[in-house]
């Protein structure tokens, strides 16, 4: 059966500090990766999503970068955190784009 | 941009009722489907309905769709406790289906 992790659970980090949060799938290849964010309370905006190795879209300007080094990493990173990168990341992975997506625990960032 | 957007944003019934959220969206899809977040947690998914289904059910829950219209309803008879959690619609595009959508969340408060 396939398995999505995500670490950490939940960061603390102070503004301008680097960020690399993690997300790995078992179980399938070759599948389409996720990373939403999620204020407190509010909806899922997607972030960035990759149908292959090497193949970033980018769904909102900002200074969140992700990169996907093998098949079934998704990394999520910032080179410097600002206070409004606070929130909840979620990944996520489907099969068939537009299919049912599967989700991870998710990370609460928290940036002071 | 939203695709979907819940209605009512939030909803408190007693165990045993039925629970009703709607879900509008703005273009064309191949497919609909509805996801469930408890409180912290990663969303899980509940039901897929496609363009050519008008209705589907699954246990106690049953979606409609309604293309004309552009919007789908989400019932949850027999009401528990277990049920509180945010629910949230997610809608492909007929142009991308790289992606899905997600709506804005109903917060449904089920009261013992």
């Known amino acids: 059966s396939q398995t999505i992790h995500q670490w950490p659970a939940t960061l603390v980090q102070p503004v301008g500090s680097p960020l690399s949060l993690e997300c790995t799938v078992e179980g399938t290849s070759n599948p389409n990766l996720y990373w939403y964010r999620q204020a407190a309370g509010r909806g899922l905006q997607l972030l960035f999503y990759s149908v292959g190795i090497g193949q970033i879209s980018s769904e909102v300007p900002q200074n969140l970068s992700a990169s996907r080094p093998q098949d079934r990493q998704f990394i999520l990173s910032s080179k410097k955190l600002l206070l409004s990168d606070s929130g909840f990341y979620l990944c996520?992975?489907?099969?068939?784009?537009?299919?049912?997506?599967?989700f991870g625990p998710g990370t609460r960032l928290t940036v002071l | 941009s939203q695709q979907g957007e819940e209605d009512p944003q939030a909803l408190s019934i007693q165990e045993g009722e039925n629970a009703t959220m709607n879900c509008s969206y703005k273009t064309s899809i191949n497919n609909l489907q509805w996801y469930r977040q408890n409180s912290g947690r990663g969303l899980v998914h509940l039901i897929l309905?496609?363009?050519?289904?008008r209705e589907k059910h699954s246990g106690r829950l049953r979606v409609t769709l309604d293309t004309s219209k552009k919007s789908s309803s989400l019932l949850i008879t027999a009401s528990r406790a277990a049920d509180t959690a945010s629910y949230f619609c997610?809608?492909?595009?007929?142009?991308?289906?790289?992606?899905?959508?997600f709506g804005t969340g109903t917060r449904l408060q089920v009261f013992p």
């Open positions: 309905i496609r363009s050519n289904e």
């Open positions: 996520a992975w489907s099969g068939p784009p537009g299919d049912t997506q599967y």
């Open positions: 997610a809608t492909d595009g007929s142009y991308n289906t790289d992606k899905l959508i």
